[in-house]
């Protein structure tokens, strides 16, 4: 039975095809122009009017035609209709859509144009209202929505679909392509094809505009000008007022995400060989896509996803600091005291010691310009990747003699986005981004042991903000502002107890702890009482809170209960 169906089917699509009449070279008899962008108009006009082409037009593009000399027929001649509604009509009309829509290739729809009395289009040149520049320029919704095109991404659309007959231009960087074939003889299919594919993108960066705007701006704006629309919605005494619901109400989640970034580099490849790969950069962020490379090979997928993580561990903290990322898990953090002689240098000096096995070949992030100091330190080790916000000349200099070494200078306002998304498949994940930024111990609740000395306290709060940088379940050990043992990513926090004791061997003595969710257990938090750590600091919440204050009790160890937790998945 289906075998039938796909056989008639396919007869039906071959006794469609044979109505076509094959169309490549198409002369241009008569041309549509409307643009908002006058550049280059008059050349073009010039050449089709040379070319005995019939030129119709609307509005300011026919009088500045007109203007130069050249006849132009008015598209409301060919409506019957005047342009009306403050411009808002012009071209919306079958006198105009069937002449471009009709497939000439089909000699019915040829017989319907005949018997209406229209005349087919080869060439369309729109460009659209300048709503982008518009909303730049700080206009007030009123004025914005004044400036979202109708009738031209109609025309654009139509033409392009119709590209087997009819030749869009929506760009003047392409009037000069359009201007040599029109003296040629017309256009070719192959051509038509390009401009229709660049017309299609022009359409949808367009949409992509508008649908941004309304999402980003109009509802915020809507009470703040009481000349859109008629002013607030709710003026209306008998319009009921939106329950005070928080959930909705104080979201930060848009009902829409509109993603839209330009390919910037093809990478060489993905995570493995075998995976193609590419970077796109979105407009107007500031991140690791937008770092200045100044020295080294191509960065490949796994540098940039691993220097994301070095900056996001680096610029957590406001003091000068370093972090060393090694396949998105840090392998060592530490801060310097801004007094400190080359405060960044040290910050590296110390965040390598944490492991230095794990550092080779990894990738740097300091939230501080590289000095010359660090830079001799950092050109003794294998190092992928060092990303800054910028490099002294003697730096650069030491650092530039290393052939591989990937150079990156962040820029100057580097920000992290209010909203982190992840790709599952068949949609997205949204979460506010996680900048908290109270890490001060004053708000903790002491749940055993004695209270912690005022050094101890600052070595808990740094290791409180360093742990959320490691992949969960995240232990982390700490002592002087640096990462002395991390345990991450392990499938039980018993497992990543015992990797940060056994990375910071005897430093483990002494040593303070930081867990990035509660212990669901005892035994966790004994392996870390048995390494000598001296102060835990943890959110706390677990049924079995009772046994693991237990512990730290029995072994005299101050812990902390913080009520918040940093999950990094």
């Given at each position: 039975?289906?075998?039938?169906?796909?056989?008639?089917?396919?007869?039906?699509?071959?006794?469609?095809?044979?109505?076509?009449?094959?169309?490549?070279?198409?002369?241009?008899?008569?041309?549509?122009?409307?643009?908002?962008?006058?550049?280059?108009?008059?050349?073009?006009?010039?050449?089709l009017?040379?070319?005995?082409?019939?030129?119709?037009?609307?509005?300011?593009?026919?009088?500045?035609?007109?203007?130069?000399?050249?006849?132009?027929?008015?598209?409301?001649?060919?409506?019957?209709?005047?342009?009306?509604?403050?411009?808002?009509?012009?071209t919306?009309?079958?006198?105009?859509?069937?002449?471009?829509?009709?497939?000439?290739?089909?000699?019915?729809?040829?017989a319907?144009?005949?018997?209406?009395?229209?005349?087919?289009?080869?060439?369309?040149?729109?460009?659209?209202?300048?709503?982008?520049?518009?909303?730049?320029?700080?206009?007030?919704?009123?004025?914005?929505?004044?400036?979202?095109?109708?009738?031209?991404?109609?025309?654009?659309?139509?033409?392009?679909?119709?590209?087997?007959?009819?030749?869009i231009?929506?760009?003047?960087?392409n009037?000069?392509?359009?201007?040599?074939?029109?003296?040629?003889?017309?256009?070719?299919?192959?051509?038509?094809?390009?401009?229709?594919?660049?017309?299609?993108?022009?359409?949808?960066?367009?949409?992509?505009?508008?649908?941004?705007?309304?999402?980003?701006?109009?509802?915020?704006?809507?009470?703040?000008?009481?000349?859109?629309?008629?002013?607030?919605?709710?003026?209306?005494?008998?319009?009921?007022?939106?329950?005070?619901?928080?959930?909705?109400?104080?979201?930060?989640?848009p009902?829409?995400?509109?993603i839209?970034?330009?390919?910037?580099?093809?990478?060489?490849?993905?995570?493995?060989?075998?995976?193609?790969?590419?970077?796109?950069?979105?407009e107007?962020?500031?991140?690791?896509?937008?770092?200045?490379?100044?020295?080294?090979?191509?960065?490949?997928?796994?540098?940039?996803?691993?220097?994301?993580?070095?900056?996001?561990?680096?610029?957590?903290?406001?003091?000068?600091?370093?972090?060393i990322?090694?396949?998105?898990?840090?392998?060592?953090?530490a801060?310097a005291?801004?007094?400190?002689?080359?405060s960044?240098?040290?910050?590296?000096?110390?965040?390598?010691?944490?492991?230095p096995?794990?550092?080779?070949?990894?990738?740097?992030?300091?939230?501080?310009?590289?000095?010359?100091?660090?830079?001799?330190?950092?050109?003794?080790?294998?190092?992928?990747?060092?990303?800054?916000?910028g490099?002294?000349?003697?730096?650069l200099?030491?650092?530039?003699?290393?052939?591989?070494?990937?150079?990156?200078?962040?820029p100057?306002?580097?920000?992290?986005?209010?909203?982190?998304?992840?790709q599952?498949?068949?949609?997205?994940?949204?979460?506010?981004?996680?900048?908290?930024?109270?890490?001060?111990?004053?708000?903790?609740?002491?749940?055993?042991?004695?209270e912690?000395?005022?050094?101890?306290?600052?070595?808990?709060?740094?290791?409180?903000?360093?742990?959320?940088?490691?992949?969960?379940?995240?232990?982390?050990?700490?002592?002087?502002?640096?990462?002395?043992?991390?345990?991450?990513?392990?499938?039980n926090?018993?497992?990543?107890?015992?990797?940060?004791?056994?990375?910071?061997?005897?430093?483990?003595?002494?040593?303070?702890?930081?867990?990035?969710?509660?212990?669901?257990?005892?035994?966790?938090?004994?392996?870390?009482?048995?390494?000598?750590?001296?102060a835990?600091?943890?959110?706390?919440?677990?049924?079995?809170?009772?046994e693991?204050?237990?512990?730290?009790?029995?072994?005299?160890?101050?812990?902390?209960?913080?009520?918040?937790?940093?999950?990094?998945?």
């Open positions: 039975m289906s075998g039938h169906t796909n056989n008639g089917q396919s007869n039906q699509a071959a006794s469609a095809a044979s109505l076509y009449r094959e169309r490549d070279l198409i002369k241009v008899q008569r041309a549509l122009i409307s643009v908002s962008d006058k550049t280059g108009l008059l050349e073009l006009a010039a050449t009017v040379a070319s005995g082409v019939e030129i119709v037009s609307t509005g300011s593009t026919a009088a500045t035609i007109r203007e130069a000399g050249h006849d132009v027929t008015d598209v409301s001649a060919v409506t019957g209709f005047p342009e009306s509604l403050d411009g808002r009509v012009k919306l009309h079958p006198g105009v859509h069937a002449g471009i829509l009709a497939d000439l290739r089909l000699e019915s729809h040829e319907q144009l005949n018997d209406l009395g229209i005349a087919a289009f080869q060439l369309v040149v729109v460009n659209l209202y300048p709503f982008v520049e518009t909303v730049e320029s700080g206009a007030k919704p009123a004025d914005v929505i004044e400036q979202i095109d109708i009738g031209g991404p109609a025309l654009v659309r139509a033409a392009a679909k119709n590209h087997a007959n009819v030749a231009v929506v760009d003047p960087a009037y000069g392509e359009l201007i040599a074939a029109v003296e040629t003889g017309g256009s070719t299919l192959k051509l038509r094809q390009k401009l229709a594919s660049l017309a299609f993108e022009h359409t949808a960066d367009y949409d992509l505009s508008v649908s941004a705007w309304f999402t980003d701006n109009v509802y915020d704006q809507w009470e703040d000008d009481n000349e859109f629309l008629g002013g607030d919605p709710l003026d209306d005494d008998s319009a009921e007022e939106p329950e005070d619901d928080a959930s909705v109400e104080d979201s930060p989640f009902d829409g995400i509109l839209e970034a330009e390919r910037n580099a093809i990478l060489r490849y993905g995570e493995n060989a075998h995976q193609a790969a590419a970077l796109y950069v979105g107007g962020g500031q991140g690791i896509a937008q770092a200045l490379q100044l020295h080294g090979k191509e960065m490949s997928y796994n540098n940039y996803v691993d220097a994301d993580a070095a900056v996001r561990a680096a610029y957590d903290f406001t003091e000068p600091a370093v972090a990322v090694k396949h998105s898990n840090p392998c060592g953090i801060v005291a801004a007094k400190t002689p080359d960044i240098a040290s910050a590296h000096r110390r965040a390598h010691d944490c492991d096995m794990s550092a080779f070949g990894g990738v740097i992030a300091a939230n501080r310009p590289v000095t010359l100091a660090m830079a001799e330190t950092v050109s003794h080790i294998f190092t992928e990747v060092l990303v800054a916000p490099f002294e000349p003697e730096a200099t030491v650092l530039t003699a290393k052939k591989n070494i990937r150079l990156l200078e962040l100057a306002d580097y920000e992290r986005s209010s909203l982190e998304l992840r599952i498949s068949g949609g997205l994940l949204v979460q506010e981004t996680d900048t908290f930024e109270d890490f001060s111990s004053a708000g903790w609740a002491l749940v055993a042991g004695p912690a000395d005022a050094a101890t306290r600052t070595d808990l709060e740094f290791a409180w903000k360093a742990c959320r940088s490691v992949k969960s379940n995240a232990i982390l050990l700490a002592h002087g502002g640096a990462s002395v043992g991390v345990g991450m990513g392990q499938v926090r018993v497992d990543s107890c015992h990797l940060a004791v056994s990375r910071a061997a005897d430093r483990a003595a002494g040593s303070v702890a930081a867990s990035d969710a509660f212990f669901p257990f005892a035994d966790g938090l004994q392996v870390l009482l048995d390494a000598g750590v001296t835990v600091v943890q959110p706390g919440g677990s049924v079995r809170d009772e693991v204050i237990a512990a730290a009790t029995a072994a005299g160890v101050s812990m902390y209960f913080t009520g918040e937790r940093h999950f990094f998945h």
